[in-house]
């Protein structure tokens, strides 16, 4: 199925003149790890929810955040929320850590590095797609508002739109 969708990058303002003329660097570290792996991180169709990622989750002022809006295309991905996909994801994992543990290697098995596994060992994808719950801050508790990440791992499939205008207040 062919992705076409508006998605958002939130970044220091310092960053976007080089995002702007160079395009994005993927990001590799222990937290990427726990998400989707190595690769540049957007919320789909939601560019306060990257302002708020920026504001909650690496503690930016909020006058140092900026939001890059860019459409992302392509039909080689990985979309998690999808049922067969997931549970193959699922499946791959449970071999990675049984294959592991065979070896007697000591490795914490995490979505992102099943994922990383994934991509360069079996069929490389432009990108994956999957949702996470944000905690629920209201009353509303039977419905839960859900962010959806997409992580690219190939640059090819991001056009840069440019610097989203609005800002956020509380």
């Given at each position: 199925?062919?992705?076409?969708?508006?998605?958002?990058?939130?970044?220091?303002?310092?960053?976007?003149?080089?995002?702007?003329?160079?395009?994005?660097?993927?990001?590799?570290?222990?937290?990427?790890?726990?998400?989707?792996?190595?690769?540049?991180?957007?919320?789909?169709?939601?560019?306060?929810?990257?302002?708020?990622?920026?504001?909650?989750?690496?503690?930016?002022?909020?006058?140092?955040?900026?939001?890059?809006?860019?459409?992302?295309?392509?039909?080689?991905?990985?979309?998690l929320?999808?049922?067969?996909?997931?549970?193959?994801?699922?499946?791959?994992?449970?071999?990675?850590?049984?294959?592991?543990k065979?070896?007697?290697?000591?490795?914490?098995?995490?979505?992102?590095?099943?994922?990383?596994y994934?991509?360069?060992?079996?069929?490389?994808?432009?990108?994956?797609?999957?949702?996470?719950?944000?905690?629920?801050?209201?009353?509303?508790?039977?419905?839960?508002?859900?962010?959806?990440?997409?992580?690219?791992?190939?640059?090819?499939?991001?056009?840069?739109?440019?610097?989203?205008?609005?800002?956020?207040?509380?």
């Open positions: 199925m062919e992705y076409n969708k508006l998605c958002f990058h939130g970044t220091h303002k310092n960053n976007v003149s080089g995002i702007l003329n160079n395009g994005f660097t993927a990001s590799s570290n222990e937290v990427d790890d726990k998400y989707l792996g190595k690769g540049v991180y957007f919320m789909e169709e939601d560019a306060k929810a990257s302002f708020n990622f920026c504001l909650g989750v690496h503690k930016m002022d909020r006058d140092d955040i900026r939001v890059i809006k860019v459409l992302i295309e392509s039909s080689n991905y990985l979309n929320i999808n049922t067969v996909e997931y549970d193959e994801f699922i499946k791959i994992g449970n071999e990675l850590k049984k294959t592991l065979e070896a007697g290697k000591s490795a914490k098995v995490t979505p992102g590095i099943v994922l990383n994934i991509y360069n060992n079996h069929d490389k994808f432009d990108f994956v797609r999957h949702c996470f719950t944000i905690p629920c801050v209201t009353e509303y508790k039977t419905i839960r508002r859900q962010n959806i990440y997409v992580c690219v791992k190939d640059n090819n499939c991001i056009n840069i739109i440019g610097e989203e205008s609005k800002k956020w207040e509380d």
